[in-house]
């Protein structure tokens, strides 16, 4: 509780120095890796960011684990993290994360001709609103102490 009142505190204050600022609840859509998943640090980030188009739910849940899963999976200067339902918040209402420790191998990765497969027609067949963004561990927070993912 204690550690709740300090974030409610500072959250005016993130607010008057950050743009664009959003929060969102986030549920697993199921486990990509098998091991648990921790705050990294010292990696890069590509995610992505979309809305499935309506009906199409269970086609979309099996081009995502029989097709674009084991494609993308088979490159070995990435990690599949996970995907996440935004279950409340943020912009989108699936994310899809992948990790880096390399930045140029984000840009392997926009140029691999099977990502760009299965992108398009992640893009064309299944999902709408698609959005996605490189991020950077900024390194300069400590690990929250409060909880644990």
């Known amino acids: ?5 300090q974030i409610q505190r500072a959250y005016p204050h993130l607010k008057s120095i950050v743009y664009n600022y959003r929060t969102a609840v986030l549920e697993p859509t199921g486990r990509v890796k098998r091991e648990e998943y921790t705050i990294q640090k010292g990696v890069w980030k590509f995610n992505q960011y979309y809305d499935l188009r309506p009906g199409l739910k269970k086609e979309y849940a ?3 684990i029989n097709e674009h899963i084991p494609t993308l999976s088979k490159l070995e200067y990435m990690a599949i993290t996970g995907g996440w339902n935004v279950v409340l918040g943020g912009v989108s209402e699936i994310i899809a994360e992948f990790t880096f420790k390399d930045p140029n191998d984000i840009g392997r990765l926009l140029n691999n001709e099977d990502f760009r497969r299965m992108t398009l027609k992640l893009k064309n067949a299944y999902v709408m609103n698609y959005q996605s963004r490189i991020l950077r561990c900024t390194e300069r927070f400590d690990e929250p102490r409060w909880f644990r993912l």
């Open 1 to 5: 509780m204690h550690h709740q009142r």
């Open 62 to 64: 099996d081009f995502i």
